[in-house]
């Protein structure tokens, strides 16, 4: 059972359903409308993770593509990097919720949708779930995808160490009666950004002081801030939403407690700088899924659920703190522009935007495998494979969420380079066995003798 139905909630349960596993959500909302405007775009791992399974093209569609990433006043080029997407894709969640939970219809799932888990109790073999309607359930496992706030994980005793917030902003859809500058900018009094949003309306995102609000703010707090910030509220008015974010920083002590486990927002919560965080839920969906099936249909033991907190959490700590440092030079005091400007210097220089681009990305994800060819823990590249069958592309034989061996000789021939993200040519391997994420689990020189293309490892 999965507790929230947003992008991790879905991923999550499209990867239980394919391969095989009963699965259900619970989420309070009576559709899959997003209230207010969330995350904004899907990094190149992401978008790779959504062509694994065959539906990368669904969102491409209706998205628009970007060519870098920015961090401070830094642009990082990802056009050189090894991979079919090279680039931001500017998607809203709204719409990646709707044509996720699309694709999720197309499977095996149940949602219970207007309800929420109010509590569980579990024991050696499995978890029992009370929900708002009186509803209890049984599950084997529970995940807990529902945000921030997670009810699954206090209920869990998991703690959530981190920092507290240093700044709010507001966030709003509105008409403006003056037309704004669109843009970034910075005042003494905090940052404001506009611009264009859907149907006509702006985009408005604004430092507002004091930190340590508690209540939804209003059009007025809106106009207020803007007014405070940039010396005008452009007379704001027939706000489709407003709303409030702060750069609060926590990650959960532990992914797993029992039979219980965290992903996504329940796990992590950052500042939305570099728009990562939708991103590392998609992640944390595809890393557990699997294994969870593994688990559930008693074909690896119940060990192999701690390698998800192992593998998942470094990757969240690591976002973690570069959205810190994002929001730390964001202040204007002369000391931290004076830091911003060695920052800027310093990644001036090619490999350090390079290692930073991958890392915002997600195509620079290493688990750590042990020792041995360069390929091992990273992501598989999608390579153009020739078969007997015909040509083939990697990501194609992953659409089923299950793992695959390829020897490289007979039954599958790869002529052109091998090339990673940021540590560039590495040597050819002979074989490769590569887990349903898209994760190379062994680097083999030959496996004539054990396995071909396409068989499940």
Request: aromatic letters at 6%.
């Amino acid at each position: 059972m999965i507790a929230g139905g947003g992008p991790t909630g879905l991923m999550l349960a499209a990867e239980l359903a394919l391969a095989g596993v009963d699965v259900a959500i619970v989420e309070r909302r009576p559709n899959q409308d997003v209230p207010g405007r969330r995350a904004g775009g899907l990094h190149s791992r992401t978008l790779e993770i959504l062509d694994q399974r065959g539906i990368a093209d669904r969102f491409i569609s209706e998205g628009q593509k970007y060519p870098s990433l920015r961090f401070h006043a830094t642009t990082l080029d990802l056009t050189g990097f090894p991979t079919r997407h090279n680039y931001l894709l500017a998607l809203p969640q709204k719409h990646f919720e709707r044509i996720i939970a699309g694709w999720v219809a197309e499977l095996p799932v149940r949602i219970y949708r207007e309800r929420e888990v109010t509590g569980f109790v579990q024991d050696d073999a499995g978890v029992s779930v009370a929900m708002s309607d009186g509803l209890s359930l049984r599950a084997a496992y529970l995940v807990g995808c529902d945000g921030g706030r997670s009810l699954i994980r206090k209920t869990a005793g998991i703690e959530f160490p981190g920092w507290d917030p240093t700044t709010t902003w507001l966030i709003a859809e509105v008409e403006m009666a003056e037309k704004p500058n669109f843009g970034i900018h910075h005042s003494d009094a905090g940052m404001y950004a506009i611009g264009p949003a859907d149907d006509g309306l702006v985009g408005v995102v604004v430092t507002e002081r004091p930190v340590g609000r508690v209540n939804e703010p209003t059009l007025r707090d809106l106009s207020q801030a803007l007014v405070a910030v940039c010396g005008t509220d452009f007379g704001v008015h027939s706000p489709i939403f407003v709303s409030w974010f702060t750069d609060m920083t926590r990650q959960a002590a532990t992914y797993r407690q029992g039979r219980v486990l965290l992903a996504g927002d329940a796990a992590h919560i950052h500042p939305p700088q570099g728009g990562q965080g939708l991103n590392i839920g998609v992640h944390d969906a595809v890393n557990l899924g699997w294994k969870l099936a593994q688990v559930v249909k008693g074909t690896s033991p119940e060990s192999l659920l701690d390698t998800y907190h192992a593998e998942r959490h470094p990757v969240a700590a690591r976002v973690l703190r570069n959205t810190m440092a994002q929001v730390a030079l964001l202040r204007r005091d002369d000391r931290t522009q004076a830091l911003g400007e060695i920052v800027t210097e310093l990644l001036n220089a090619e490999e350090s935007r390079r290692r930073l681009a991958g890392a915002m990305s997600g195509l620079e994800i290493r688990y750590d495998l042990g020792e041995g060819h360069p390929l091992l823990g990273r992501r598989m590249p999608d390579l153009d494979l020739v078969t007997s069958n015909g040509p083939v592309r990697v990501y194609s034989l992953l659409h089923a969420a299950r793992p695959v061996l390829i020897n490289f000789g007979e039954d599958a021939t790869y002529d052109g380079p091998w090339e990673l993200p940021v540590i560039g040519r590495v040597p050819a391997p002979g074989a490769v066995r590569v887990r349903p994420d898209g994760y190379v689990a062994w680097v083999g020189e030959s496996a004539a003798a054990t396995g071909a293309i396409g068989v499940p490892a």
